[in-house]
């Protein structure tokens, strides 16, 4: 793995672990953390030998959000860096091939609220919490964040969180879907690690496609939704992996996934 600025990449078996390292200021965004974590998710999401990725931040929070000391000077163009610096980071991770799981310890605000939220699952710290802070500067939710909440929250309760800028404890993200787990604070990476090392024992394929067919449920209606899941099942079931799974439960031995 390639050493980073902003950015630590540790290798655990088929998992790798990408943390933010900006633990001085809160993991919050500037130029170099934003181009570090583009190189190190597209490093993982290359690498076929890693078969799922963790994002964690280091110290005491997930991400602060952006860096508001680069805010400043009249040739700012923020929608030019939403567009061109954090979109290919999020989208990179929601279109990955493999899953991304979040890790999230203290505050994921801002923008750091939609790298958490981007990530296929999310483990929250019981101290961890997910804050729109963007109303309190008259600022909107950017990086995705009013994508993800609505879908995830409604209309009504998604509006609240965002103007209310209410800090939205773990255990009343993963009451309203927000987050899937949440751990003692002390053990949250090791969870993270353990429930990773989990899904990288299981079917690469399967993964991957049942990725893609949530993400093309989630837009379009039910009649394509079939279809687009027979499409993928195609793949599946034409694959070595499909062969090797009936074989192993038919011998009653742990199957040996290729990814092919």
Not at 60 to 78: K, N, Q, T
Not at 85 to 93: D, G, V
Not at 132 to 144: E, K, Y
Not at 209 to 232: C, M, P, Y
Request: charged content about 20%; some cysteine.
């Amino acid at each position: 793995m390639a050493n980073y600025e902003t950015v630590t990449v540790t290798r655990h078996g088929q998992v790798a672990l990408v943390t933010l390292n900006r633990p001085d200021s809160l993991n919050a965004f500037n130029a170099a953390l934003r181009r570090d974590l583009l190189q190190a998710v597209q490093e993982v999401n290359d690498d076929a030998a890693i078969r799922v990725g963790v994002l964690a931040g280091a110290g005491r929070a997930f991400c602060a959000g952006a860096d508001l000391s680069e805010v400043a000077g009249d040739d700012f163009d923020v929608e030019k860096q939403l567009n061109t610096e954090y979109k290919p980071i999020l989208m990179a991770i929601a279109e990955a091939p493999k899953p991304w799981i979040s890790a999230v310890n203290g505050a994921a605000a801002g923008v750091g609220s939609s790298f958490a939220m981007v990530c296929d699952l999310t483990l929250m710290a019981e101290n961890a919490y997910v804050y729109q802070a963007f109303a309190a500067i008259s600022l909107v939710p950017d990086g995705g964040a009013t994508w993800h909440l609505v879908r995830t929250l409604g209309r009504k309760r998604a509006y609240e969180l965002i103007v209310s800028g209410e800090k939205l404890p773990a255990e009343r993200c993963r009451e309203l879907g927000l987050c899937n787990r949440v751990v003692p604070a002390e053990s949250l990476l090791d969870e993270a690690l353990q429930w990773a090392q989990e899904l990288a024992g299981k079917a690469p394929l399967a993964l991957r496609h049942a990725k893609a067919a949530l993400n093309f449920a989630i837009e379009q209606g039910v009649a394509d939704t079939i279809s687009e899941e027979a499409r993928l099942q195609a793949i599946c079931i034409a694959s070595a992996d499909a062969r090797e799974g009936v074989a192993a439960f038919t011998e009653k031995r742990a199957p040996q996934w290729q990814g092919k």
